[in-house]
């Protein structure tokens, strides 16, 4: 009489295999889903009495707001940072700016390459679909883009080791100028180490109540602050490629190459702009000599891409500089980087697009490379959604206070690029509009390709062509 066979499927496997199941199938819901369900635990913590200095339970729509801006890596926040979080609270920042930076689903398959010491397939999709918003789709990849599947492995172990490394650079470059302004070695450390993280994560707290003011003049300290942003705003496809041919740029992607130099031109197009609107503004560059003008205007230009850090008070800028503040933001960093915005290769594409019809050209072409017309549907997908986003936050937050347009716009665009410069309406506003921003700040932060995704689920196949007929456009 043969025996039984042993039931070996226990209820935590089969747990695991559908949750394995659902984020390989549709990672898009699956980002969202972990998104939500880390919002909801880091409420509770900053809910807790142990993590505010007073000793007392933070209100909900702090606790909340603050979630959602470290979870977001936004940078904004109803509260006082430095003094109103504990040590215990700054903990609790500190981690989840590192999870929100790195991303969920990148970070889940960097742990499980860790464990397993393998990559399967099902991780290889999920960590893929963090890394290029093409593949949050089901169906068919082409493998001609930024990214192949070979190469997800590299990209978790090069995200790995850069937060590590390039963290670490940061802190070690900080605290020699954190010691000469008398701050004691222990300390010194802790405040390096913490603003290394807030700059290569793109968030832009500070641990200490007088923020930028003691380095506010400071070229090494700045431009080490500006160094960490840039290289977490490039991203982590650009990171991965530069590892691998620094000194060979013929072959570095189309994605890496594009970024570069959008990203460059952007930022040394935002210094001018700036080095000419606030030249003589008394309340900002007015009063600074040549040097300090050129270094505050590249400083600006470098954290309105979503780094968050500020010297000057950027509600004293010139309307027309927070007309260029508000560009600079909205367009943010690169793709799958800790940056926001709709990302520098999205307006790339636009412009290789306009050129190419201005030419007569039928497909788009960068670096002898041809583009295909679905990237560009994706590319004007993400700016309207995102104009959509920013228009519907501010026409809320206008009808429910006072405060000038300006003003408002710049902290709208702010969240929904996870920049975290603000002008003051976001600490001085109500309730209301503290959830308004949160929920700009998530919706910002999961993409708008995502929630796109995730809303469809699956692209559609159409087995039929109906007859075309040509609109008038312009």
């Known amino acids: 009489m043969g025996s039984k066979p042993v039931l070996r499927e226990t209820l935590p496997a089969r747990i695991l295999d559908a949750i394995s199941d659902f984020a390989s199938g549709t ?19 900053f809910s807790l009495p142990v993590a505010t200095t007073s000793g007392r339970p933070a209100p909900f729509s702090d606790a909340f707001f603050t979630a959602v801006s470290v979870i977001c890596v936004t940078g904004l926040s109803t509260v006082d940072m430095a003094t109103y979080w504990s040590p215990v609270g700054h903990i609790f920042v500190f981690v989840g700016v590192e999870i929100g930076g790195i991303g969920v689903l990148t970070l889940a398959s960097i742990l499980g390459l860790v ?11 999920i960590a893929a679909g963090d890394a290029n918003p093409l593949r949050i789709r089901k169906g068919p990849i082409d493998e001609a883009q930024a990214l192949r599947l ?6 978790l172990a090069t995200v790995a080791l850069s937060v590590l490394v390039i963290e670490a650079a940061i802190a070690v470059l900080l605290s020699p100028r954190t010691l000469l302004h008398g701050v004691d070695p222990g300390n010194a450390a802790l405040q390096s180490i913490y603003t290394a993280a807030m700059a290569f994560t793109n968030t832009g707290f500070l641990p200490t109540p007088e923020g930028l003011a003691p380095y506010a003049g400071d070229v090494w300290y700045l431009t080490v602050l500006m160094f960490g942003v840039t290289l977490g705003a490039i991203g982590f496809p650009v990171i991965f490629v530069l590892a691998k ?49 050129i270094l505050q205007s590249l400083f600006i230009s470098s954290m309105a891409r979503s780094g ?113 410069l603000t002008t003051g309406f976001t600490m001085q506003a ?45």
């Open 27 to 45: 990672p898009a819901r699956f980002a969202i889903l972990v998104f939500l369900i880390l919002i909801g635990i880091f409420t509770l913590l």
């Open 245 to 293: 041919k620094l000194l060979r740029p013929r072959r570095w992607s189309l994605h890496a190459k594009l970024t570069l130099v959008t990203f460059g031109l952007l930022l040394a197009g935002g210094a001018v702009a700036y080095l000419v609107l606030e030249f003589d503004n008394p309340r900002t560059m007015g009063g600074m000599d040549a040097g300090q003008r």
């Open 115 to 125: 464990i397993s010491r393998k990559l399967g397939l099902r991780q290889k999709l």
């Open 150 to 155: 070979s190469e997800t492995g590299g990209l």
């Open 308 to 420: 968050g850090f500020a010297t000057l008070d950027m509600g004293s800028l010139d309307g027309s500089s927070l007309l260029v503040t508000d560009m600079l933001m909205f367009i943010g960093g690169g793709s799958a980087s800790t940056a926001g915005g709709i990302k520098v290769t999205t307006l790339a594409i636009l412009f290789l697009a306009a050129f190419a019809e201005a030419r007569g050209h039928e497909s788009m072409e960068a670096y002898d490379r041809r583009i295909p017309s679905d990237v560009l549907r994706l590319a004007v997908s993400v700016v309207l959604w995102g104009a959509t986003t920013v228009a519907a936050a501010s026409i809320i937050l206008l009808l429910i206070n006072d405060d000038p347009l300006d003003h408002v716009l710049f902290d709208v665009i702010s969240a929904f690029a996870t920049c975290g």
């Open 430 to 474: 109500g309730d209301v509009s503290h959830y308004v921003l949160a929920a700009t700040m998530f919706l910002g932060r999961i993409g708008t390709v995502t929630l796109a995704a995730a809303l469809a689920a699956s692209t559609r196949r159409q087995l039929f062509r109906r007859a075309e007929e040509r609109p008038i456009v312009g």
